[in-house]
């Protein structure tokens, strides 16, 4: 067994662990924040991805022991008084997931994407979010969401500006 | 799948790990970033008995200049070497080759050292080390040696770190001014490369003075595409004078047949990605 001590979503956490313990599983089993997942098993799929002092990883290839002394923040640290993350906003605006297997890790995977480039081309959102596996949406309204969320997380950037306003039924021809 | 139990120890110092190398005998592993080692872990490709982390050795992290070399230690992730500025002006190569490694979030992890020392022949970093001319700086039982990037490479997953040592440094030359590019062909991002070509050139007056290439995954070994680089210094860098100097970038080699590629399309390859990375650098 190894004592470790990590802050996880802002509380801190002491505990024995045995060294063969994946982050991920300490996440899940022993602190219980389920909202991170286990996809892959393999290190493709990105859907375990949560930030290790402020920057993404996979946390299925970390294992708890390294992220001793260390600050981790998941999917269920991003919620602020009742309010979304913009990012986890503008996923739920643009209607970025279909099945939301990948969501926990796509969104951490695009703040921390934003953190490196507040404003990506398209085509950088893609390569930013290479990491990340989703079977259901195509990436389509993903990449829409970083795009929503990168407009709305600039500097100065007005808060009621209307999210998915293109989204409107075609036509009508009235 | 979890790993199978293993003894675990973070030394603070080279010589703690080398302590620790000689305390765990023949079972003991070193984890760098982990990008490649936790996997194999999982799927009990490997089931050591002690992990000697070396993520807490900062003597082992970062970048410096030392005269005319820039020392990168072993332990500095992709993600700070992409990030470098005394990396992007004089050894622009590694650089390119290191920000098309896996994903970023590996990047965040994985480490310059631990791709190396895991010599994986699909990896991208070896083949711009050799053709760098990168040192290999190993410390051991009896102090430390250099190893040149020519004599490092030995096989698949095969390199001149013995028992006992581990990989402290890579010193790489000063390359200030040249051109570089790295050319990866692979099936879906992510993925490892099928072929890839890492190419550097000094470009003067708009003809080619001095060229360095590497290719990945076309032997067991990085391989240098030694007759392109000669055929290549004192044109002029015009498309066609490059394409024709690339024809013979398959030359030496012995690349494998996989489920990806036969061998006569990584050759095929070979030469196209050298014509394209070439192209690129001297532009």
């Known amino acids: 067994m190894a004592r470790i001590r990590t802050t996880v979503d802002g509380l801190v956490y002491e505990d024995d662990v045995e060294p063969r313990m994946l982050l991920v599983q300490y996440l899940r089993e022993r602190l219980g924040k389920t909202g991170t997942v286990i996809g892959c098993d393999t290190s493709n799929c990105g859907a375990c991805t949560v930030h290790l002092d402020g920057l993404s990883v996979k946390s299925c290839s970390v294992l708890a022991v390294q992220a001793n002394g260390s600050e981790v923040l998941t999917i269920e640290g991003l919620e602020r008084d009742g309010q979304l993350h913009p990012m986890q906003q503008a996923f739920h605006d643009n209607h970025a997931l279909q099945c939301g297997y990948c969501t926990p890790g796509m969104i951490m995977q695009s703040i921390d994407l934003l953190g490196e480039n507040p404003d990506p081309s398209e085509q950088e959102i893609r390569e930013g979010i290479e990491g990340n596996l989703c079977r259901c949406t195509g990436y389509q309204n993903i990449v829409r969401a970083v795009q929503d969320a990168a407009s709305k997380m600039k500097p100065g950037a007005s808060p009621t500006a209307e999210a998915g306003a293109k989204q409107t039924v075609a036509g009508g021809g009235a | ?283």
């Open chain 2, 1 to 283: 799948m979890i790993p199978a139990q293993f003894d675990y120890v973070r030394p603070t110092t080279v010589e703690e790990a080398v302590q620790a190398l000689r305390d765990g005998g023949d079972d003991a592993k070193l984890l760098a970033g982990g990008q490649s080692l936790l996997p194999v872990l999982r799927l009990r490709m490997a089931d050591p008995s002690l992990i000697i982390d070396l993520g807490g050795i900062p003597e082992l992290k970062g970048v410096r200049e030392e005269g005319n070399e820039v020392v990168v230690g072993a332990m500095t992730s992709h993600y700070d070497v992409t990030r470098d500025d005394t990396l992007r002006q004089h050894v622009a190569l590694i650089q390119e080759a290191t920000k098309t490694v896996a994903d970023p979030q590996v990047r965040h992890k994985g480490t310059l050292g631990g791709a190396l020392a895991h010599a994986d022949p699909a990896g991208d970093l070896a083949a711009p080390a050799l053709a760098l001319d990168a040192q290999f700086v190993i410390a051991g039982p009896n102090g430390t040696r250099t190893v040149a990037a020519a004599d490092f490479f030995e096989d698949y997953f095969t390199t001149a770190i013995g028992e006992g040592e581990l990989l402290t440094e890579i010193r790489f030359p000063k390359y200030t001014g040249w051109g570089a590019r790295y050319e990866k062909f692979n099936r879906v991002a992510q993925a490892w490369s099928i072929v890839a070509v890492a190419a550097t050139v000094k470009v003067d007056g708009g003809t080619i003075s001095e060229a360095r290439i590497g290719l990945t995954n076309m032997a067991g070994t990085p391989v240098r595409a030694r007759a392109v680089e000669s055929a290549l210094v004192g044109q002029s860098a015009t498309e066609d004078n490059v394409r024709k100097a690339a024809q013979a970038a398959a030359e030496g080699t012995s690349p494998t047949a996989d489920a990806d590629a036969g061998s006569d399309y990584r050759e095929h390859l070979a030469r196209v990605l050298t014509g394209r990375a070439v192209l690129a650098a001297a532009g």
